[in-house]
């Protein structure tokens, strides 16, 4: 693979994309979609900023899910979304952190990496040590965050914010049958880890599916799958910024 920070357009957030805010404000309002459940909220500006916008002028959603791993980009996010009310922003963990290390530790993509020219990865000398340190920050990992923990106001936040791990599978499980949008941004090792649990719930319901970097280690094999697995259609994709939007339906004669 190839390193990320060599792709022009490399970005951390979702771009701020006409043809991507205009399909998702289309399909928010065709299809009165009033369940929303993101993983990677960041500081909220990015791709939850843009599926909160299109419900602008429309009705509201009943509800509207984005989970951050990180505290500070959690209460960033929480300030950054104020003026859409409806956006529950979540600090936990989208999966498990023991599962998704054990992920990233046999995948085999990572071991194997220079199979796959043409996709991004972060760091190509050591990427399965750079993804697991990643999956592992957040807040009680790193010595400034422990340091936190003396701070009484950070201890009570602890207790009252922190939602846990496994936050993807918990709220699938609790919309399954809400015809969800959902979407997967979170760490680059574990994309196709997150796809895989979408998958697996999702199975015999109608949702849709917003993907970033598409052509990075994070969703390259989730294209893949979707582009040839006839429940899934796709609406629009773009493969210079990497996302792709489809709609997973029933069977696959009712892809419509
Ligand atoms: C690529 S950024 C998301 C960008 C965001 N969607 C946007 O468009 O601005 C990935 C974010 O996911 C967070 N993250 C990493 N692992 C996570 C996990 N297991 N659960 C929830 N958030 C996670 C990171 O802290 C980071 O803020």
């Known amino acids: ?40 909220t960041h500081d909220g500006i990015g791709s939850t900023k843009m599926l909160a916008e299109a419900y602008a002028g429309t009705f509201k959603p009943r509800f509207f899910y984005t989970c951050e791993l990180s505290f500070s980009k959690y209460k960033k996010a929480c300030k950054n979304l104020k003026r859409y009310p409806f956006v529950k922003c979540l600090w936990g963990r989208s999966v498990k952190l023991a599962e998704a290390i054990e992920f990233i530790k046999t995948d085999e993509a990572l071991q194997h990496h220079e199979k796959y020219p043409d996709v991004f990865i972060d760091q190509p000398d050591d990427p ?13 990992s790193r010595k400034k965050a422990f340091l936190k923990y003396l701070d009484p106001r950070y201890s009570l936040m602890r207790i009252t914010r922190y939602q846990g791990e496994d936050l993807l599978r918990r709220l699938l499980h609790r919309h399954q049958g809400d015809r969800p949008l959902i979407l997967l941004d979170s760490a680059g090792g574990i994309g196709y880890l997150e796809f895989k649990i979408v998958k697996k719930i999702m199975r015999g319901h109608v949702f849709w599916l917003l993907l970033d970097d598409i052509h990075h280690l994070k969703h390259f094999r989730s294209f893949s799958e979707i582009q040839s697995d006839p429940s899934f259609q796709i609406i629009a994709y773009d493969s210079i910024h990497g996302w792709v939007l489809a709609k997973h339906t029933l069977s696959p004669s009712a892809a419509s």
Do not use: W
Not at 4 to 12: K, L, P, T, V
Not at 128 to 140: L, P, R
């Open 1 to 40: 693979m190839k390193s990320y920070s060599d792709h022009a357009q490399a970005s951390i957030r979702m771009v701020d994309n006409p043809n991507l805010k205009d399909s998702i404000r289309k399909l928010v309002e065709e299809n009165r979609i009033d369940v929303v459940v993101e993983t990677g």
């Open 128 to 140: 399965a040590s750079f993804y697991i340190k990643e999956c592992q920050s957040g807040f009680f």
